[in-house]
């Protein structure tokens, strides 16, 4: 049996709310395999954004242990974290964090500039062929939809071939064909690169496309 490419043990978050410290996740544990694709679904606010984020190691857990590829995160320094992330993961976010001062195809070249990868301009323009947005790579995120804004995101995310891709909501803002378009170009990271895939979503056709759906209720595993 191969070792998971994921393991949550006993994991809390807490974080200082105005009102005090909140427990948003209460004790969440979970492994994902390798090349599993998995569905996070629940009601807004159940944590899951939060729980993608302690899997990509942007929050800290308050209590337990996160590990990805076999490292611990939970004792990480942020270099050591960011270094990490830029080698092994892409992070689709809820609000996109494009960068504005950087046209798209400089926000998909970036990270394969930083990575080392040849070519980054070069590669960048495929990706965003890829997403549909051939015709808008010199514009910036201020010009662009938020359903395009969305697909530059997925490119820059998808563009190193991550062997983890966390995306949340990755077609929350996008039409049915173009969502449909972006499944398929999940997926091929998946059947194409190897790639493990934890999705948050609202949408029934991209969960019921995942090997697995996980649901989180008030910041727990919902059974
Ligand atoms: N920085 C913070 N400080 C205090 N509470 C927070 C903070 N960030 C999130 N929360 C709370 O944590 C809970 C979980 O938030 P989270 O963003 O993970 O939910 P979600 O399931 O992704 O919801 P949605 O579907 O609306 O995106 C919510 O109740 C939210 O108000
Ligand atoms: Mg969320």
Sequence with gaps: MTSPVLSLTDVTLTLDGNAGKVEIL?????????GETVGLVGPSGSGKSSLLMLM????????????????????MTEDQLA??????????????????????????????????????????E????????????HHYPGQLSGGEQQRVALARAAAPRPRILLADEPTGNLDEANGRAIMDLLFDLRDRHGATLIMV???????????????????????
């Design 56 to 75: 990509g190691g942007l929050e800290r857990a308050t209590g337990g242990v996160v590990k990805a590829l076999g490292a611990d995160l939970t004792p």
């Design 201 to 223: 979503t609202h949408a029934p056709e991209l969960a019921a496309r995942c090997d697995r759906v996980i649901g989180l209720r008030d910041g727990r595993l919902d059974a």
């Design 126 to 137: 495929e990706e965003l062929t890829a997403v549909g947005l051939a015709d808008r790579m």
């Design 83 to 124: 270094r990490f992330r830029r080698d092994n993961m892409g992070v689709v976010f809820q609000s996109f964090h494009l960068i504005p001062t950087m046209t798209a195809l400089e926000n998909v070249a970036t990270p394969l500039e930083l990575a080392g990868r040849r070519d980054a301009f070069g590669r960048a």
């Design 26 to 34: 209460h004790g969440i544990s979970l492994t994902v395999a390798a």
